[in-house]
């Protein structure tokens, strides 16, 4: 019997508010980097999901915990405000196409970069838990294996959940359930 996308909702906020996955139990000495997969075409739901039962669950259940979501999306605009390249790379992108524009952005969304941005922008070394959304939203300007590698050497002993619009089996993330697996043994499965 399968589980349903529904159940797996249902089971994901006991499991993140859990010591496991807050304390790092039982993560074999990794640090604690969590996925939960999901099918993309149930994203609206995921959105209201993280919004109006895991944010609020986490605040109720566990009030002293520090928790930050950070939008990958909003992130790279962010960051291409800051750099006054936003409304460059629209122009690039209607002049050369998205091709010439992908190139040229890899040099400034290199995932190490944007890496310790999240850590510092968000204080994620002194929070209880990083969850990280919008990963569907930002390809194919950046590749998720490499962005929670960089990850790894910032995170110390905060645990990290990545919401993903696809699947993870444990190796590999395969974005939209479509594109290539990109391969990627670090994280566990939230809810299986």
């Not at 969850?131 to 645990?159: E, N, Q, W, Y």
Request: one cysteine or more.
């Amino acid at each position: 019997m399968s589980t349903t996308f529904e159940d797996r909702l249902n089971q994901a906020l006991p499991r993140l508010a859990s010591p496991d996955v807050l304390d790092n139990k039982g993560a074999g000495g990794e640090i604690g980097f969590w996925i939960f997969d999901y099918p993309p075409e149930r994203e609206m739901e995921m959105r209201s999901w993280l919004s109006e039962v895991i944010e609020p669950g986490l605040r109720k259940q566990k009030p002293d915990l520090k928790f930050v979501t950070v939008d990958l999306f909003e992130c790279v605009i962010s960051l291409l405000e800051e750099r006054g390249l936003l409304d460059k790379a629209f122009e690039m992108q209607l002049k050369k196409g998205d091709e010439a524009l992908l190139s040229t952005l890899r040099s400034v969304l290199k995932e190490d970069r944007l890496a310790a941005r999240i850590v510092e922008k968000s204080g994620a070394t002194d929070l209880g838990l990083l969850i990280i959304k919008g990963v569907g939203a930002v390809f194919p300007m950046l590749r998720t294996h490499t962005l929670l590698s960089a990850l790894h050497p910032h995170m110390r002993d905060t645990p990290l959940l990545m919401l993903y619009p696809g699947r993870y089996d444990g190796l590999s993330l395969k974005l939209f359930n479509k594109l290539g697996d990109d391969n990627y043994y670090r994280a566990f499965r939230l809810v299986s």
